[in-house]
Each structure stands twice: as structure tokens, then as C-alpha cells.
DNA sequence: GAGCCCGCGTAC
DNA sequence: GACGTACGCGGGCTCG
């Protein structure tokens, strides 16, 4: 039997530090701030090892602060790389603390890299007859690999490096990666390497001379001239080079490999330390593993005590404790995600940190045993629900009062919404869902809804979810909502988003919630005739195609349409997508000229686009106690503040065409009202003459002209009443195209003219309107310096786009800059146009209701009696909504339906 | 069969 | 690659 020999570790800190950092995808902060995702991913993969391999022997190796020997050598050396970002900067000793709490041996030298620390301990365990472990991601290191006795791993890719697996990733093998990294330098650490040389060059030099000294002394006899030139004048360079990139092994380490143990880890040190940064599933990993005392503790406090309310006497006492706080949180438990439809399960109350209370009053599952009923559970909550005390805070609060009010009751003193916080805080997140709100801001992780109801076909109805763990997951809802509150609060402070939040978003939940619950009348007979005269267009459509295609196919098949397009018929494609030719409507508008089929293809898609996404499925939706169609309206959805509607979407029913607007026809008012539409007349053209300043712009507006006949005049210098629809058709089109940053490209395809005519159109734009220009780059530069766009009420998105060393990634930027200031400041009009209609219709007790909101328009149900004085109060508050360079003009219309209202 | 992506088309 | 913001449909692919 052999003795094993001993393995030492050698964690590269630095490498993992950055990683985590970046790596994340989210931001993640203690309770008081302080970011802390690098020091959660690095405790991550320190875990790993440990858990993995159960090292004896262990050195993490951090980089000093300051210059290195190769700063000394080359003053340039790293100079490319960006400062560490302050947010990682203040992680770096929580790093360092984390580690000497676990008892992990470390190393740090002045003027040496981690790299060649690693290497000269390397070097000391190998004499020592020890084997050695680099964990480390970076390809500096592969020139250390020696297996058996020297690999490289990288725990959080779990990736083992070893000769095989470093020629197969670089092409060469561990002993000549520094002599590759000489020849092909590394813009990452500013190598300079052989201009001209890359990878390919690099390896296949390598390959024939073995070495850069070979490849240097042997210059001769490299075939290709051109490479050979490249060698002779990038000699100097190489050497250098080779110099920056080789790993050192002469760092003076005082520490020997020997010494490397791991000592007793400071339990309490532990604790204390990751409740600060509120790493509560590592103290729970600490309680279950140590098992110390105190970690067992310090989990307790930080442990939820859930209370289940199941009979009047613990009710009460629920209730008794309500009456005297100042703020409560509130999560429903229901069947159905939708609101609408949602019927009532339990309720989850939060009304103090780490404590929560789940009431159930719709269990059905076999456990679930005594409980309230609904109807008591809500009278008794009534007063509170209702008054303005307790204030209320919840996720996604508009779900609760649409439920609530559907059960009776009115909730009222709306606080805080801690999805419409995080929305506020970054609007380009795709997701605030709770869980992911919590971990960013709480740097928790939370249960999940799929971790007690399970997904896909497996999931259950949470009614029939185990009492115990519905208990756990509705207060753990409630509870991470109430602690988000004062976190999100203040970085909304931080911000200067309180006011929005205070002024606008949270008005607003109330006002949404009351549109979604009054829904929408529709005609769903009327919607079934149109079904029928669609069907017929439909059928005739495809006896025209099937006759020209020579036979049958399915025309919605992207796959067989291309076959029968450019196989069949031999037309020319125009346009590719990522798979294969396109055969969208500019394609066959374009086609249309060669080819009959096109048209009818069409036709065809509009129709069945008809038919499929509105008039076969508004139907389906309408409510079967209402009559009407709830939509959703989601409050933190879009990057630039709008609204947007889904289940169904209103938000684009088709009114350009005659048989769109048949299905605005649908859309009816109750008997005794009719439907009145308002909207801002060129809202987003107006906010970019007030932005820009432009003096020409702001008097169009000023004057009340056609602003689309206006521009057209300026710029082909005639007089307005001479500007054919042709004109005013390509000046509407560059009016929407500024507003959007379109560039001659995309206007030249719109416009159906060249680039060059395009770019000479624009040209005269900004020519006529001087103002322009200078405030598109005023408000590009603007944003590029904070780092986000911001719109008239102080809305933000961050741009990082702005700021990328990719050129179209930064224009894209810029458009964004410009779209989102104009686009998120109308939206933020609009939205305090309802809140103030809202306000105005409830204090004068009147019985219109809004119903849609799309963009730029509002659409109320109106008693025949107020309409004068509906009209009156909407276009005042509409108008008037905030104070401009340029007038607000709102156009109206009202009928017997939605296409009526419009005319 | 569910879930996801793609191409496409509707709105502002 | 080139014009911003959404939602949702049908086809078709992947995965279990």
C-alpha cells in the first residue's frame, strides 16, 4: 500500500472575485446597502471545494494592491483594464474577512502577482513531494499545468485543466502557453505580443519550432514572407511579452506548503458576519453543518415564526395585533393567477420583521382540517382593508384589490408596491417577481411557488397544497414584502424616484385596478358574424394560392411558404432571417410586382391574423358573470414606463384597415352610455419640440398646424397648401423616424426611395429644424454621464449601451437615449392624466368609468347624461396635465362603439 | 405533450 | 447592422 500523497489547493482570488461579480447577473445587497453578490459567489465556490474535495491543504492568493514587477518592466502593463468598479472595491475586504472566519490559510505579496505566488508555491510543494490544485479560471495559469502532479481546476464551470484539455482549448500545450501568449499577446492584461500575429499564426508556429527561441533563431525558415516579417520586426516585442506573461516562480513566500491547514473555522465570527450581509441560506447551511450553538441561534432569529390562524380565537388575536401597527402586508392566496377569476384560498399577513400569519379559508386538501371561512375572515378584516390605517404594502397589490373587491371588499391606503419599486429602480430588468426582488435587494433566497405546488402537469392547485407548506410560502411572501418595504424605499430615495413613486405609481395602482375590474363590453355575436365573413375571405384566399402553387400547403408554415415561394416559383429572395429567406410583408410587397401570389398571401395573413388573434378569441374572454373583458394592465413591464395589456392585449386591436376596425365595432358601451375616446393629438412630437427647443417646432404646435403638412413644406420649400399627400406622407414618415433614431437605411426601406435620397432627406431635416440636432446630442451626452435616461417626471433607464466599445451596441444606445426620454415622458403624462381624471369623476360622484388606456388614448364608458361634462373634464385635465413649451391637444370622439368613437 | 424559440403582424 | 415600445399567434423544435 502507498501512502497517498498530500494535494495542496491554490485558490487564485482574484479571478474568482471578478467572476462572481460580474457572474451574478443581479446585484445583490446586505440589508444596509453594501453590495455583496462577490462575496456571496466567492463563499459559493469556496464551498464547492471544500464540499468536493475535502482539501488538507488550502491557500487562497490574493493580488496585491499596487504595482507589480511587471509594472517595472512595463509601465503599460494591465493599463487597458478598467479600475476594479467601487461596488467590488468594498467587497474585497468582506472577501478576506469571509476567508480568515473559515480558517483558510492566505497569502499576499507585495509587488507579486497571485499568479506568481501560486507558482512559487506550486514549486515548494512540489520538492515537497506534494500534488498541487490550481483552482483558477485563467488561461495565464495553464503554463503551470504539469499532471500528474500540477492541474488546474475551475470549481464553478468545473472544468479540469490538464495537458490534454489545455491543448485541446489553446492549441499548445501547457509548457509552450507562455511562448503563445508572447507571440499573440492579450489585449485583456495590455500584452503586446507580435503585431500581426494571432492565434492561428501563433499555434501554428509553435507547433513547427516548438519555442519562441526556436522560432526567433530559426526566422529563416518560415515560409510564409509576410509572417516572417511580422517575426523579425515584432521580435523585441515578443520578448517582452514573454517576460509580462510568464508566471514567476521566485515570489518570496514565506509560508510553507506545509503550513497550508485549515484551522477551526470562527463559528460565531461566521454568523455575526453573514447576518450582516443577510446571507440567510448560509446561516442555515451553517446551523445544519456545524451545528454550533450560536449558528443555531442566530438562524432562529433570523427565522420566520409562522402563525396559522385556523379558528376565532387565534383570529382575534391577529386582529387585537393589526389594530395598533402602522403598516401591513398583505399576500392573497387564490386559484387563479388571474384576478378576475381568482377565488379565495387564504390570506398572508406580515405586520412585523420575521414574523407572518397565514389564514386558510379554502383549503381542500386532506390535511386541512378546521378553518374560517372566507366571509368571516374578510368581514373581520374589513375595517382594515378598507380604512387608510394600516397602511397596506404587497407585491403586485392591484391583484389584492381586484380579488378583495370582487369578494366585497373595497381596499383602500395603498402604501407600497414592491414590484412597482423594483420596476421604478431599474425598468430594463425583465423580471420583478418577488423572488428574484428578494434576492437582489435582501440577498435572500426565498421559497418558490413551484417548490410547493411543483410545474408543468405535475403542479397542483395551491388549495390542495399541504397545509404546512402553503403556511411557509404565503407568510414567507408577505414577510420578505414587508422587510423589502424600508430597503426599497430608500434606494428609491437614493434614486429620487420617492416622488414618482408617491405622486404617480402608486396612484395609479388604485386607478388600474378599478379599469381591469369594470372591463370592457363586447358584442360577441357581432364578433361571430365577422368570424364568418372571415372564414369565407379566408377560404377564397387559399383556393387562389393552392391554384397558383399547383397544390395544397399550409400557407402559416414559414417552412413550406419559402418552398413554395423561392423553390417553386423561383422568385428572388429579398430579405433573409436567421433561418432561411424571409417572407415577411415587405418581402411580398416587393414580390408583388413579379408575381400574383404575393398579394394573395397578403390578404391571406391579414385575415387569418384577424381572425385567429382577435375575433376567434376576444370571445373566449369575455367574463362569464360580467359579460365584459378584464384585460391586465402590467405596471412593470416596458424599459420606458408604459403600461401594457395583456389577457387579452387592447392595447393593439387593429383599427388601420376597414376590417380591423369592424372588430372596434365589437367593443359597445352598457346601455344608456356610449364610449368616448381621447387622445393626445402627436404627444410624442410635441414632447421633442418642447425637449429640443426647436423655435420652428414649437411654433408649428403653437399655431395648431398640421405639423406632418407643416414639415413637409419646410422642406421641400413650398407653400403648405402645395404639399401633395406624397410630401406629407415622407414627412410624417422622417417625423416618426427622428423620434425613433432611424437612419437613412431604414427610412430609405420605408420610404421606398434610396439611402442616398434618404440621407439627403434627413439632412433638409435637420436643416429645417436647427434645434434638433443640438439637443438629440445634448440629451445623448446627457444621458452617456449618468448612465440612464431620464424623462420629464424623473423616470430612469439605465444605458449601459452607451458606454460600450461596440459601435453599434453604443448607437443602438443612443437611439434609446433619445426614444426613452421622449417615449417614457408621454407615458408619464398620460398616466397622471388618469390618476386626475380618476380623482376628478370619484369627487364629483360621477357614474362614467374609465375603461382603456393605449398609449396615447383614453376610452371611458360615459352616461349619456355626462358626456357634456365628461368631455369638458378630460380634455381640461388632459390638456392641462403638466405644463409644456408647446400646447397638449386632445382629440375626441364618442358613439355607440369603439370605432364610432373614434370618428 | 409541455415549453420554448422563431417569424410574423397588430398597436402606439 | 441599419427604427423605439409592447403582446400573441402558429409552426416547429427540444426534451422528458
Known sequence: ???????????????????????????????????????????????????????????????????????????????????????????????????????????????YEADDVIAALARKALQAGMRVVIISGDKDLHQLVREPHVIQWDPQKDEIFTSETVERKLGVRPEQVRDFLALMGDSSDNVPGVAGVGRKTAQNLLRQFGTLDQVLSRVEDIKSAAIKKKILAGKEAALLSRDLVTVREDAPVALEPDQCTIGAADTKGLVAFFQSLGFRRFLDELAREAGGEAAHAAAEGLQRRDRLVTDEKGFSAVLAEIAREDVLSIDLETTSTDAMRADLVGVALCWED?????????????????????????????????????????????????????????????????????????????SHRLERIVAEHLGESKLRYSDVAGSGKHQIPFAQVPLEKAVDYACSDAETTFRLVPVLREKLQGAKLENLMDTLERPLIAVLARMEHRGIRVDAARLHELSKVLEEG?????????????????????????????????????????????????????????????????????????????????PKLIHPETGRIHTSYNQAVTATGRLSSSDPNLQNIPIRTEEGRRIREAFVPEAGCVLLAADYSQIELRIFAHYSGDERLVAAFAEGADIHRRTAAEM?????????????????????????????????????????????????????????????????????????????????????????????????????????????????????AMIDIDDAIRKEGLGTAMLLQVHDELVFEVPEDELDRIRALVRDLMENVHPLSVPLVVDMGWGANWAEAHA
Not at 366571509?375 to 407585491?395: A, I, M, W
Request: proline residues 7%; aromatic residues 8%; positive net charge.
Open 538 to 618: 379566408i377560404r377564397k384566399e387559399e383556393e387562389a394560392i393552392y391554384h397558383i402553387a399547383g397544390g395544397p400547403f399550409n400557407i402559416q408554415s414559414p417552412i413550406q411558404l419559402r418552398d413554395v415561394l423561392f423553390g417553386k416559383l423561383q422568385l428572388p429572395v429579398i430579405k433573409k432571417t436567421k433561418t432561411g429567406p424571409s417572407t415577411d410583408m415587405s418581402v411580398l410587397e416587393e414580390l408583388a410586382a413579379l408575381h400574383p401570389i404575393a398579394q394573395h398571401i397578403v390578404t391571406y395573413r391579414s385575415l387569418t391574423k384577424l381572425k385567429n388573434t382577435y375575433v376567434d378569441n376576444l
Open 354 to 430: 420575521h414574523q407572518a400569519a397565514y389564514i386558510p379559508v379554502g383549503h381542500t386538501g386532506e390535511d386541512a382540517g378546521e378553518q374560517l371561512s372566507a366571509t368571516r375572515v374578510l368581514e373581520g378584516l374589513r375595517p382594515f382593508l378598507e380604512g387608510e390605517r394600516p397602511r397596506k404594502v404587497g407585491q403586485n397589490i392591484k391583484y389584492e384589490w381586484v380579488v378583495l373587491k370582487r369578494h366585497g371588499v373595497e381596499l383602500q391606503g395603498i402604501d407600497f408596491d414592491t414590484m412597482v419599486a423594483s420596476y421604478l429602480l431599474d425598468p430594463g430588468n425583465p
Open 1 to 111: 500500500m502507498t501512502e497517498k500523497k498530500p494535494t495542496l489547493y491554490l485558490i487564485d482570488a482574484s479571478s474568482y472575485m471578478y467572476r462572481a461579480f460580474y457572474a451574478m447577473g443581479q446585484r445583490l445587497t446586505a440589508p444596509d446597502g453594501t453590495p455583496t453578490q462577490a462575496v456571496y459567489g466567492f463563499h459559493q465556490m469556496l464551498q464547492k471545494v471544500l464540499k468536493d474535495k475535502k482539501p488538507e491543504r488550502v491557500c487562497v492568493v490574493y493580488d496585491p494592491p499596487g504595482p507589480t514587477l511587471r509594472h517595472a518592466i512595463y509601465p503599460d502593463y494591465k493599463a487597458t483594464r478598467e479600475r476594479m468598479p467601487e461596488d467590488l472595491v468594498v467587497q474585497v475586504p468582506l472577501i478576506k474577512n469571509l476567508v480568515d472566519l473559515l480558517g483558510i490559510p492566505s497569502v499576499e505579496i507585495t509587488g
Open 716 to 832: 421641400f420649400g413650398v407653400p403648405p397648401h402645395e404639399v401633395t399627400p406624397e410630401m406629407r406622407r415622407q414627412a410624417k414618415t422622417i417625423n416618426f423616424g427622428i423620434i425613433y433614431g432611424m437612419g437613412p437605411y431604414g427610412l430609405g426601406k420605408q420610404l421606398g426611395i434610396s439611402q442616398a435620397g434618404a440621407k439627403a432627406a434627413i439632412e433638409r431635416y435637420f436643416a429645417t429644424y436647427e434645434g434638433v440636432k443640438g439637443w438629440i446630442q445634448q440629451v445623448v451626452e446627457e444621458c452617456r454621464e449618468r448612465g440612464y435616461a431620464e424623462t420629464l417626471l424623473g423616470r430612469r433607464r439605465y444605458l449601459p449601451e452607451l458606454n460600450s466599445r461596440n459601435r453599434n451596441v453604443r448607437q443602438q444606445g443612443e437611439r434609446l437615449a433619445v426614444n426613452t426620454t421622449i417615449q417614457g415622458t408621454a407615458a408619464d403624462l398620460i398616466k397622471k
